[in-house]
């Protein structure tokens, strides 16, 4: 009873969705008597698609293995909370989780937004509800969630024991908040754009949904990033994956849209070139969503392969994608050209940070795709990976990295550039000792990573610099938001950089109560026993590691088997230091009785998340910080 | 700037950063994609020592070794019609076992041996990755890195 009605609730959102886009579509086109009727049927609609999944979670948590979508990914033994999880850790439930998301943001839209033009406004609502109806008919005819099952089976099959970790729980939700986030701000330019309505105004609605989708997006990544580097246990934090690119792309979209959107909104320049990003950034949460949902890929993260599904996708893709770069060639003509500034200005600063962001998503894309195009057309295998990634990209960020710095200390619209060389000389400086001394101290270190550390070095200073001389509690929050995120980009390379170069690896055959040196610590090899937990079994290490003369530290790797499904993975012991991290993997126990050990001192490691979760956090300041002054009053000040 | 081109000047910039993009890309991937390969491929047309190399195959029955130190393995990468010496030191993913399927990142050196850097083992029915899939009746793969070095 409880899937039927939920499907019905999907039914009826749909039903509100294609009226919302009627009755947008008769408003534009001169007729307005529905007009009235757009904002309730956005909120209405809203409502369902949330009752839908709500109910969802609810076959879920109950485990009515009536449900094929539950008998497939759950089982009774688990916890509350991976039951509760599970609902999203599927394809169906993750697309209706979409779907709702959508729905939630298109009524927040519908409910907040009192600043925009009305008919502007309406055309967004419009955009929402075309993405919508195609993510209505893709759940509703390719990947319908409440399907029943006959007979009913005794018990379900489980969710996959690496997902099974609170981490990962959520790091579903929150990619999706900045898909969902990025296709709002799809739809404010593709309202925009009807209605030729362009200007500062437009790009203050924008704002707060790009910076909102950005911080999610940061934070999915930074989570995605650490939980891989610990579930997995092959002590890296990058992989390359298609899957982490399909979460990175539009990251690199949302942080060029994020800056060309605040120069739309002080200055009113760069008017086209954030209508083009606003659908590039779109584009590369649509591409995102076909990698993983579509099955394409080969992966820890591919779902199983269903070319229904993934010819939907892509369809879906096409008509969005074309459908807005149609409408944008043949609207972007009759869109006046915003203000100019001088080749050395802030504004010139933030076009460069844009073409070099779109330039670098351009190489991580190439580097996605062509694999599986020209296995699509050639039947060709082949795979790209880091190396690829790192030399094409790693140059280009490194210029970005150095223009980041300089950027916030330039003026808007015109600049002299020797009072900037002035600025910018103590960052500068900082980086060339930086530069000198890491290279003395570990002379064999990559030169990526060495001017990563320098750079860093410069950022880091560079990105404080706003706050010189100024009265600390009267800086805006946004000010405030710009200092704490670029700082967090400067800590997390430096974290990349160290971990890359001064990283001590062991990997050894060990027998019980033999000791083994790794960094600064001494591990001894105490003892191995069985152990188990609610959903597993598992073989338990017991590492004794000892820095110096400092307290003994337990540490306690496992290689676990799971039974529901049965599989096998082995579990990181990780201690975290103020300097670093101790990682520790325990593998096979060979014929002679030894025991595989993996172990690695990874110095300040730590730093590559902590700068993720400042780069957030400084979003979440620079957010708070625009709508609290967008509420006291209307008109901007420069920022 | 002057005043009267600069769009023009900036969807200039926009067009030269793309094709930067695409020139850097192009060359990375000349020289770093790897192509994937049965043990027959290798046989028909040589690969040379040191070029990125994805094996795919079947582990041989019988074929797999513990060296001395522990730590490295030898095993025989097979497609029933032709098969390779491969060498991985490393903790080998949990589901690599003699008979399953397994994809090996790698070079081959001097002598002709595959020296894998990564192992990717058959993981369970659900995951199916299109190499394996095409090549073997496996299904997604658990990795391992070797040691860099």
Known sequence: MIAEAGLAALWLGAALCLLQLIAVALTVGGKAELAGIVRPVAVMQAALTALAFGLLIWLFVQVDLSVAL?????????????????????????????????????????????????????????????????????????????????PVP?????????????????????????????????????????????????????????????????????????WAY?????????FWDPVENASLMPWLAATALLHSVTVLATRDGLRAWTLMLAVVAFSMSMVGTFLVRSGVLTSVHAFAVDPKRGSFLLALLFLYIGGALALFGARVGTVREGARFDPISREAGLVANNLLLTAILGIVLVGTLY??????????????????????????????????????????????????????????????IALVAVKLTAPSISILSLLGLALAAGLALASVAPLWKRNLLRTPLFVWGMVVAHLGIAVSIAGMACDSSFTAEKLVAARVGETVAVGPYNVTFDAVDPTFGPSWQA??????????????????????????????TSE??????????????????????????????????????????MVAIGGALALIGRLWRGRRKPQETWA | MKAKNQRLTLALLAVVAIIVAALLALSALKDQAAYFYTP???????????????????????????????????????????SLPVRFKGIVPALFREGSGVVADGKFDAGGQFVAETILAKHD??????????????????KSESLKK
């Open chain 1, 70 to 150: 539950v008998f497939e990914n759950d089982s009774s033994e688990k916890p509350l909370l991976y039951r509760f999880a599970a609902t999203w850790g599927n394809h169906e439930g993750s697309m209706l989780m979409w779907v709702t998301i959508l729905g939630v943001a298109g009524a927040a839209v519908a409910l907040l937004e009192r600043k925009l033009e009305e008919r502007t406004l309406l055309a967004t609502l419009g955009g929402q509800a075309v993405i919508g109806l195609g993510f209505y008919a893709f759940l509703l005819f390719a990947s319908n969630p409440f399907a029943r099952l006959m």
């Open chain 1, 154 to 226: 005794p018990e379900g099959r489980g969710l996959n024991p690496l997902l099974q970790d609170p981490g990962l729980a959520f790091h579903p939700p929150t990619l999706y908040l900045g898909y969902v986030g990025l296709s709002v701000a799809f739809s404010f330019a593709i309202g925009a754009l009807v209605t030729r309505d362009v200007g500062p105004a437009f790009a203050r609605a924008m704002r707060p949904w790009v910076l909102g989708a950005w911080i999610f997006l940061t934070l999915g990544i930074t989570a995605g990033s650490y």
């Open chain 1, 230 to 238: 610990y579930e997995l246990g092959w002590g890296g934090w990058w």
């Open chain 1, 371 to 432: 694999p599986l195009i020209l296995e699509a057309s050639t039947g060709t295998k082949l795979s790209v990976g880091p190396p690829y990634f790192n030399t094409a990209a790693g140059p280009l960020a490194l210029i970005l990295v150095a223009i980041m710095a300089a950027g916030p200390l330039l003026r808007w619209r015109r600049d002299n550039p020797k009072l900037l060389a002035k600025r910018v000389a103590p960052a500068a400086a900082l980086a060339l």
């Open chain 1, 539 to 568: 073989l338990q290490a017991t590492l004794l590691a000892r820095r110096g003369d400092g307290d003994v530290l337990t540490l306690n790797p496992q290689a676990r088997t799971y039974w529901a499904p049965p599989t096998e």
């Open chain 1, 572 to 613: 990181t012991a990780i201690h975290t230091a103020l300097d670093g991290q101790l990682y520790t993997v325990l593998g096979k126990q060979a014929a002679d009785g030894r025991w595989q050990l993996r172990l690695w001192w990874k110095p300040f490691v730590t730093l590559i998340w902590a700068g993720g979760a």
């Open chain 2, 40 to 82: 027959s491929d290798v046989a028909k047309d040589r690969v040379q020592p040191g070029t990125a190399v994805r094996l795919g195959g079947m582990v041989q029955k019988g074929s797999l070794k513990r060296l001395p130190d522990g730590v490295t393995i030898t095993f025989m990468v097979t497609d029933n019609a032709a």
């Open chain 2, 125 to 142: 029915e659900r995951y199916m990755p299109p190499e394996v899939a095409k090549n073997l009746d496996g299904s997604a793969m658990h």
